[in-house]
């Protein structure tokens, strides 16, 4: 291989990852002060595309790799949504970054049953040191909760999206309701990010046909 064809491959390896990430598995604080997630309707139009053009898991219960495969594509989609470029271009420090560790979920809020599972997911940390944490892998919380023996008690939604704060038992809604609690962990993440970035030719073919399911109306909502 080439000197300009290693370059290029090394920029598409280090295409997916934020500022942040580059470098180090730890989070770093978005350089733009974006001070909310994008609107509800940017949120939900992201995660139908993604969910739309995932090739669908080999288990009800999707291993970690579909996960963080599903949460990269997540992230690069989310990324133009609000850059407003194209998924490939060099990062920005407004960009999503994948994440990984862990998930306690509780099924049941009458329940003191928690599950845990290993988990990736995508998200932001902001100047004024909030988390904003999405979620895609909702829409697999029911299966977890049954691989539990437990039940899942309303609807999963197409993607768990907001400041990480607002997940916290009693605090998403203001009442008893199932929780869940993601752990971040920068070795699992530093793991996951490597993975990933063997990914990037699919994980950006996947992206590319997200992007072509969202109406420019909702991406200039954002």
Excluded: K
Aim: with cysteine.
């Amino acid at each position: 291989m080439g000197r300009e064809a290693r370059a290029a491959d090394a920029r598409r390896r280090e295409a997916l990852l934020p500022t942040g990430l580059r470098r180090s598995p730890r989070p770093r604080a978005i350089a733009s002060p974006d001070r909310q997630p994008p609107p509800p309707a940017v949120r939900l139009a992201v995660a139908a595309a993604v969910h739309a053009v995932m090739p669908p898991a080999s288990d009800p219960m999707p291993a970690l790799e579909f996960v963080a495969l599903r949460a990269a594509v997540g992230a690069l989609v989310a990324s133009y949504v609000v850059n407003r470029d194209d998924p490939t271009s060099p990062r920005t420090d407004r960009d999503y970054g994948v994440f990984a560790g862990d998930l306690a979920v509780r099924p049941d809020p009458d329940s003191g049953l928690w599950l845990t599972v290993g988990h990736a997911w995508f998200g932001r940390l902001h100047q004024n040191g909030q988390v904003e944490y999405a979620d895609l892998a909702s829409v697999d919380y029911p299966a977890w909760a049954a691989a539990g023996d437990a039940a899942w008690g309303c609807p999963p939604p197409p993607a768990l999206w907001d400041w990480q704060e607002r997940l916290l038992p009693g605090v998403a809604d203001g009442r008893a309701a199932p929780a869940v609690v993601p752990r971040f962990c920068p070795e699992a993440t530093e793991r996951v990010q490597g993975r990933l970035a063997d990914r990037m030719p699919s994980i950006e073919a996947l992206a590319r046909a997200a992007l072509a399911l969202i109406p420019s109306e909702v991406a200039r909502a954002r």
